[in-house]
T-cell receptor
Framework: AQSVSQHNHHVILSEAASLELGCNYS??????LFWYVQYPGQHLQLLLK??????LVKGIKGFEAEFIKSKFSFNLRKPSVQWSDTAEYFC????????????FGTGTLLAVQP | DTAVSQTPKYLVTQMGNDKSIKCEQN?????MYWYKQDSKKFLKIMFS???????INETVPNRFSPKSPDKAHLNLHINSLELGDSAVYFC?????????????FGPGTRLTVL
């Protein structure tokens, strides 16, 4: 069965530090990849997604992610975090087919200290 | 304007009761979903409907019954509630069932079973 791993469960950074959150998936075929963010008290919203083409994807709020097929990875990055980036970040995979079934990782809680 | 809304936001009830959670989307989407987020923040899909037709039905106890009166609404009815049903339930919608479609999430309903 397909699965998604987010190895960093809790990350604490100071403002202006660089961020990289890991995401690995287990599936040998074509995948569609997503990063969602959940700010405190809010609903999940899409940060960015990858379907095909350039493996470096840019999203909202200065986030980007790189798809490395050989490593089954889709890590999220931001050069300089802000206090407002404090949130839970979820990686998700969709293996295509006839349904839009998202398989989520367990999430990474990012706390940015001012 | 709220895109995907859920009611109620909080639901506290006793074991054995029957309860419903309502979801509505005003995005004109054809596909809707229910996800369960457990205490460890793990998000797992439960059901999906496309134009009122059930297309995803994960391994969920048959005490859970989704109902879609029209494509803008997907309600979740739970019979004989158990302690393990305590979780946050998220509704989502997407334009259609295509695997590359972005899913838009509601604010969640926190269910506590005592």
């Amino acid at each position: 069965a397909q699965s998604v791993s987010q190895h960093n469960h809790h990350v604490i950074l100071s403002e202006a530090a660089s961020l990289e959150l890991g995401c690995n998936y287990s599936y040998g075929g074509t995948v569609n990849l997503f990063w969602y963010v959940q700010y405190p008290g809010q609903h999940l919203q899409l940060l960015l997604k990858y379907f095909s083409g350039d493996p470096l994807v840019k999203g909202i709020k200065g986030f980007e992610a790189e798809f490395i097929k050989s490593k089954f990875s889709f890590n999220l990055r931001k050069p300089s975090v802000q206090w407002s980036d404090t949130a839970e970040y979820f990686c998700a995979v969709n293996v295509g087919g006839a349904t839009n079934k998202l398989i989520f990782g367990t999430g990474t809680l990012l706390a940015v200290q001012p | 304007d709220t895109a995907v809304s859920q009611t109620p936001k909080y639901l506290v009830t006793q074991m054995g009761n029957d309860k419903s959670i309502k979801c509505e989307q005003n995005l004109g989407h054809d596909t809707m979903y229910w996800y369960k987020q457990d205490s460890k923040k793990f998000l797992k899909i439960m059901f999906s409907y496309n134009n009122k037709e059930l297309i995803i039905n994960e391994t969920v106890p048959n005490r859970f019954s989704p109902k879609s009166p029209d494509k803008a609404h997907l309600n979740l009815h739970i019979n004989s509630l158990e302690l393990g049903d305590s979780a946050v339930y998220f509704c989502a919608s997407s334009q259609d069932r295509t695997s590359t479609d972005t899913q838009y999430f509601g604010p969640g309903t926190r269910l506590t079973v005592l």
